[in-house]
């Protein structure tokens, strides 16, 4: 939110990522025909939040052992792509190899 420490965390806002299906009710609709809904209302409408209290049952808070993967022994994540054109999976390893190697000069 703006960095501070969250005191309730129910009361934080969540945003779908789907707009509310009552965002087009058959009221809207008809006073989008009639000019009288403008687009920004209809946006405030789609992309509004609600308090995260208003959309669960119940906030729960535990804590899970962190999975650390490892190759060969060091720390290592797994990363997927699609190549750009004119890129081949071996230039773009070969090139993410030297990395480490030209960020510690």
Do not use: H
Not at 13 to 30: I, T
Not at 45 to 68: A, G, H, I, M, Y
């Amino acid at each position: 939110m703006n960095g501070k420490r969250i005191k309730d965390p129910e009361r934080v806002p969540v945003w779908s990522m789907l707009p509310s299906p009552g965002v087009l009710s058959e009221d809207v609709l008809k006073g989008i025909i009639a000019g009288m809904v403008s687009q920004e209302e209809i946006l405030d409408r789609t992309l509004d939040s609600k308090l995260l209290n208003q959309v669960v049952k119940d906030v729960e808070f535990s804590w899970e052992e962190p999975v650390v993967r490892r190759y060969n022994g060091q720390r290592a994540i797994k990363a997927q792509c699609n190549n750009v054109t004119g890129y081949s999976v071996e230039s773009v390893r070969r090139k993410l190899k030297e990395l480490p190697r030209k960020l510690c000069r």
